[in-house]
């Protein structure tokens, strides 16, 4: 169902027409950018899915009423749930045409898989804003240390699926809000691969405690820290969610294909992503050490011998001292850890917002950006939902190395003496593999014999 509302702009007068995909949502965002005088027209659209009403109110602009068809002089086609046509001049054209939906629908259809799944992905996120007032609650009272931490995870997790006798049970408890919230929806590999989390718990223990001892003792590095950057980022999602969700559905139907020229988004502006972005970029860059160092491991079997990039290996010592944009160098698809994240990121235009070295032109919804401040000649472009599939992807490597952390606190937990969490794994331990304590000891000689 598509709906027609017409505004008035009340700088320039103008007059725009809004064709509104009329979704599930119960309400979304809309920012609509005047074609005259170019003022930005931000909005939200109610829809009442009970009693089968909608409404739109706009800051800047009047509401005209059923005004007469065609006397429009410009056209934006608006979903909050799906790309759209680029805003121009509202002629005969655009008074018929393909609604977002069924346009979205048909880049889908050659598998129906991809419809149920960006359905039930919508529908899981939005179940995560409307809870995440109490998931918030319980990741405060957790980095707190809380004494009403295990009261506020009762409301919410069953006590007999989830019980928090121990430090590590109610840390399983706690990551279930990332996996239940976010990853099932944005990162569902790590639900998928059952080998994911045991191929990490295998690597050589001994190493992984050097690890740990060496995260912990770099100040903006403790596992804690790392921890609390995720639990922000989150946060910082959950804010700006609805204005990414027609980027989301191209993850659905084939980012690659899609005609960012001629089609855009509603639902955001530049200014609305850009923070977003920059904190993600910036987060990112500090979480990178996780999976560089688990590919150091697993293929050299030495955490301070990374892969050779840009013709030199580096330590782990070193690999800090690296600026965020070289860090970025070594996340590389040729080694597992790393390869897992699945990254896209654009380093120039990070640096270029970080200089201000950017212009926006908010109807053709370009960035131009001069990727060298010293050479303005020189100059690059990208279309807004380009950059917030970039912002999208840097936050699903975000939960990919929050599950890696995850399983780091798990080692942790065992080198610190957690004998009944190391028994649990015995099926996945073979009796002359290292102990998981870090020990070095084969796991035989060590806690499989302890009671």
């Not at 050490?289 to 010592?317: C, G, M, Q």
Request: charged share 25%.
């Amino acid at each position: 169902m598509v709906y027609n509302q017409y505004i008035k702009c009340q700088v320039c007068g103008s007059v725009t027409r809004i064709r509104l995909q009329v979704g599930y949502l119960k309400q979304h965002p809309i920012v609509v950018i005047c074609g005259k005088c170019k003022t930005s027209l931000y909005g939200t659209a109610y829809i009442d899915q009970d009693n089968i009403g909608l409404k739109m109110e706009f800051d800047n602009a009047n509401s005209l009423g059923n005004h007469i068809m065609s006397e429009g002089d410009y056209f934006v086609e608006c979903s909050g749930e799906f790309p759209v046509r680029k805003q121009g001049v509202d002629d005969v054209d655009n008074l018929i045409s393909i609604s977002p939906f069924l346009s979205q629908m048909m880049s889908m259809s050659s598998d129906m898989k991809n419809i149920e799944t960006y359905q039930q992905a919508l529908a899981n996120l939005d179940r995560t804003c409307q809870k995440w007032k109490s998931y918030k609650r319980i990741l405060d009272l957790y980095e707190s240390k809380s004494p009403y931490l295990k009261q506020e995870i009762r409301k919410e997790f069953d006590g007999q699926m989830f019980p928090c006798n121990t430090d590590s049970e109610v840390l399983h408890t706690i990551h279930m809000i990332e996996i239940i919230g976010f990853c099932s929806s944005l990162k569902p590999e790590i639900l998928k691969n059952l080998n994911f989390s045991d191929d990490i718990l295998r690597l050589n223990p001994v190493q992984m405690k050097c690890l740990n001892d060496f995260l912990n003792s770099h100040d903006g590095y403790h596992l804690k820290q790392i921890q609390s950057q995720i639990y922000k980022i989150l946060d910082e999602f959950i804010k700006v969610y609805p204005s990414l969700i027609p980027a989301i559905s191209l993850q659905h139907s084939g980012e690659e294909n899609f005609d960012f020229e001629h089609k855009g988004t509603t639902t955001s502006t530049f200014e609305t992503i850009k923070q977003f972005y920059l904190d993600v970029y910036e987060t990112l860059g500090n979480l990178i050490i996780i999976p560089v160092a688990f590919n150091n491991i697993h293929y050299r079997s030495d955490l301070n011998s990374s892969d050779i990039i840009d013709s030199k290996t580096l330590t782990l010592e070193e690999f800090v001292k690296l600026t965020k944009a070289n860090r970025y160098h070594f996340c590389t698809d040729t080694e597992k850890f790393t390869a897992f994240l699945k990254l896209k990121y654009n380093a120039k235009l990070r640096n270029a917002i970080g200089h201000n070295d950017i212009e926006y032109d908010s109807i053709l919804q370009l960035i131009t950006y001069y990727p060298d401040p010293k050479n303005r000649a020189k100059k690059d472009t990208e279309y807004l939902l380009q950059f917030e599939l970039e912002a999208l992807h840097m936050f699903q490597a975000i939960l990919a190395v929050s599950e890696y952390l995850y399983r780091l606190q798990e080692l942790k937990f065992m080198q610190d003496g957690d004998s009944d969490l190391i028994r649990g794994m015995a099926s996945k331990i073979g009796a002359y593999d290292l102990c998981p304590c870090g020990s070095g000891k084969k796991f035989k000689f060590c806690h499989k014999t302890k009671k």
